[in-house]
Nanobody, 114 residues
Framework: QVQLVESGGGLVQAGESLRLSCAAS???????MGWYRQAPGKQRELVAT???????QYPSSMKGRSTISRDNAKNVVYLLLNSLKVEDTAVYYC?????????WGQGTQVTVSS
């Protein structure tokens, strides 16, 4: 059974940094993995993507404030969030796309206080 389990969320103050982790299990090799977030009342949006060749992509709104990385040996994807703002408060979800389709984690809450 394929599983993606996020961790690392919590309550931080504006300006601080936070690193999220996503551990994948189930024997699947993902072609691409990404982080999304969803704030209350808003649509889920892309935060960062990393491909199996190491190439990364960020939407313009997150460039410079987020860094995605991948440890293939441990099957873990990380998201480093810098200079956090109150508007970064959301549930952050891990996503993996592989030969059998896409998979989502359960999400981890990030709350940024002013």
């Amino acid at each position: 059974q394929v599983q993606l389990v996020e961790s690392g969320g919590g309550l931080v103050q504006a300006g601080e940094s936070l690193r999220l982790s996503c551990a994948a299990s189930g024997g699947i090799v993902f072609n691409a993995m990404g982080w999304y977030r969803q704030a209350p009342g808003k649509q889920r949006e892309l935060v960062a993507t990393i491909f199996d060749n190491g190439h990364t992509q960020y939407p313009s709104s997150m460039k410079g404030r987020s860094t995605i990385s991948r440890d293939n040996a441990k099957n873990v994807v990380y998201l480093l969030l810098n200079s956090l703002k109150v508007e970064d408060t959301a549930v952050y979800y891990c996503n993996g796309v592989g030969p059998t389709g896409g998979y989502w984690g359960q999400g981890t809450q990030v709350t940024v206080s002013s």
